[in-house]
């Protein structure tokens, strides 16, 4: 069984940043997909941003594309998520999740939805203030 756990949430101003980092529990072989995604009061989850750890190739969703950056460190098994220019929009719980076999992204803009995602994490609060 996989464990993820995200750290590095908390509060901040509109226009600051923050470091948001998964880590696993085993440590990843092979490549898998891994996503950040976030849900807010009220709102459906969505897909924020996802990597394939042997690639590095990543993908964004449009609402946080030129200030968010996805990354992986193969060596420590964390995944993590510089978000920066952060807005009140950007207020939400921030989860981590990976794909349950190894192997590229797939299943489109799907992934937006969690799609092709099966282990989660139980998530970090980001608080963006105006």
């Known amino acids: 069984q996989v464990q993820l756990v995200e750290s590095g949430g908390g509060s901040v101003q509109a226009g600051g940043s923050l470091r948001l980092s998964c880590s696993a529990s085993?440590?990843?072989?092979?490549?898998?997909?891994m996503g950040w995604f976030r849900q807010a009061p009220g709102k459906e989850r969505e897909g924020v941003a996802r990597i394939y750890t042997t690639s590095g190739s990543s993908l964004y969703a449009d609402s946080v594309k030129g200030r968010f950056i996805i990354s992986h460190d193969n060596a420590k098994n964390t995944v993590s998520l510089d978000m920066n220019s952060l807005e009140s929009e950007d207020t939400a719980m921030y989860s981590c999740a990976r794909a349950r076999d190894p192997g590229p992204c797939t299943y489109g803009d799907m992934w937006l939805k969690g799609l092709g995602f099966y282990y989660w994490g139980q998530g970090t609060q980001v608080t963006v203030s105006s």
């Open positions: 085993t440590y990843f072989r092979y490549g898998y997909c």
